[in-house]
């Protein structure tokens, strides 16, 4: 190292070379060479980049998705919803269930009546199912569309406005259950009874998807009781689609069905699985909220 410094002049010689005019081995000639080149090379591989984002962003559209990489839609949800769709309260304990009640509070709060007064963005679409609502092509001039109000009042004791407790009080409770927004999806109600249960058929009536539930296991038959439907004929009525997306349909409300189960037998953990029909529909056994879902239930009564 001694004899570097001294046979070369060491690193002060490497930093700057005054015989030379180098500097870290460069002379100026040389590091604005390097530099032109550097900037030209980069300046290309971002002008790449920029044109094909700006390549790309010509093919998507500003109102509907290009590509979708999952599977087929819809989806069913319902609230309350937990990781492990499961519901497990005692109606003598508030703390319990108070979670499950705040989660229908907060969902419903959306469809406040007060909320729905705007005649320019909702207009009244009926309380009886009717056709698919035509408010022109997606992808048009006519800006941003109206929406059909939704009153909580048609979930009757699920509405929360005169039970906050959605019959979970009294070992009654309730479930809010919707389907997921698919921008421009007409859903298509069942052309024929063949791939409907036979127990479920009653169920379907022109101008609604039919939601009917039932026990997912053959040994909790006859443990479930009565199930009551709430909404524009206990489905979801073909005047709510289709949805234009958040940019033309920015104050939708989806329809909702509540469900109540009016004769759970206590203490025992009970499989339900609901369904929607209709002619587009389909399931797939990878995602069990495509078309479906099913909760478990337990009510403990001590």
């Given at each position: 190292?001694?004899?570097?410094?001294?046979?070369?002049?060491?690193?002060?010689?490497?930093?700057?070379?005054s015989?030379?005019g180098?500097?870290l081995?460069?002379?100026?000639?040389s590091?604005f060479?390097i530099?032109l080149f550097?900037i030209?090379?980069y300046?290309?591989?971002g002008g790449?980049?920029i044109g094909?984002?700006?390549?790309m962003?010509l093919t998507?559209?500003d109102?509907k998705?290009?590509?979708?990489?999952?599977?087929a839609?819809?989806g069913?949800s319902?609230?309350p919803?937990?990781?492990?769709?499961e519901?497990t309260?005692?109606p003598?304990?508030?703390?319990s269930?108070?979670?499950?009640t705040?989660a229908?509070?907060?969902?419903l709060?959306k469809?406040?009546?007060?909320t729905?007064?705007?005649?320019?963005?909702?207009?009244d679409c009926?309380?009886?199912?009717?056709?698919?609502?035509?408010?022109?092509?997606?992808e048009s001039d006519m800006?941003?569309r109206k929406?059909c109000?939704?009153?909580k009042?048609?979930l009757?004791?699920?509405?929360?406005m005169?039970?906050?407790d959605?019959?979970f009080?009294e070992?009654?409770?309730c479930?809010?259950?919707?389907?997921?927004?698919?921008?421009?999806?007409r859903?298509?109600p069942?052309?024929?009874?063949e791939s409907?249960?036979e127990?479920a058929?009653y169920k379907?009536?022109p101008?609604?998807?039919?939601?009917y539930?039932t026990n997912?296991k053959?040994?909790d038959a006859g443990?479930?009781?009565?199930?009551?439907?709430?909404?524009?004929?206990?489905?979801?009525?073909?005047?709510y689609?289709p949805?234009?997306?958040k940019l033309?349909h920015?104050q939708y409300?989806?329809?909702?069905?509540a469900?109540q189960?009016t004769n759970?037998?206590l203490n025992?953990?009970?499989?339900?699985?609901c369904k929607?029909?209709?002619e587009n529909i389909?399931y797939?056994?990878?995602d069990?909220y495509?078309?479906?879902f099913?909760i478990?239930?337990?009510?403990?009564?001590?």
């Amino acid at each position: 190292m001694a004899g570097w410094d001294q046979d070369n002049g060491g690193w002060k010689r490497f930093l700057w070379d005054s015989e030379k005019g180098e500097l870290l081995g460069r002379t100026g000639a040389s590091w604005f060479k390097i530099t032109l080149f550097y900037i030209i090379f980069y300046g290309c591989l971002g002008g790449i980049f920029i044109g094909t984002i700006q390549a790309m962003m010509l093919t998507l559209s500003d109102y509907k998705p290009t590509w979708q990489d999952r599977v087929a839609p819809p989806g069913l949800s319902h609230t309350p919803r937990s990781d492990k769709a499961e519901v497990t309260f005692n109606p003598n304990d508030v703390e319990s269930y108070l979670p499950y009640t705040k989660a229908l509070m907060d969902i419903l709060a959306k469809y406040d009546e007060e909320t729905q007064n705007d005649l320019m963005m909702f207009e009244d679409c009926g309380g009886e199912p009717a056709e698919y609502k035509n408010r022109g092509e997606l992808e048009s001039d006519m800006g941003v569309r109206k929406a059909c109000r939704f009153s909580k009042e048609l979930l009757g004791p699920c509405s929360g406005m005169v039970d906050r407790d959605f019959g979970f009080k009294e070992g009654k409770p309730c479930l809010i259950v919707k389907l997921n927004r698919i921008v421009n999806f007409r859903p298509k109600p069942p052309s024929s009874n063949e791939s409907i249960p036979e127990e479920a058929q009653y169920k379907v009536q022109p101008n609604v998807i039919p939601l009917y539930c039932t026990n997912k296991k053959e040994e909790d038959a006859g443990k479930i009781g009565e199930i009551k439907y709430y909404g524009i004929g206990g489905g979801f009525p073909l005047q709510y689609y289709p949805y234009y997306g958040k940019l033309l349909h920015p104050q939708y409300l989806q329809p909702l069905v509540a469900l109540q189960f009016t004769n759970l037998t206590l203490n025992t953990e009970l499989r339900i699985e609901c369904k929607v029909f209709g002619e587009n529909i389909d399931y797939c056994d990878k995602d069990r909220y495509q078309g479906r879902f099913d909760i478990k239930i337990l009510i403990n009564s001590s």
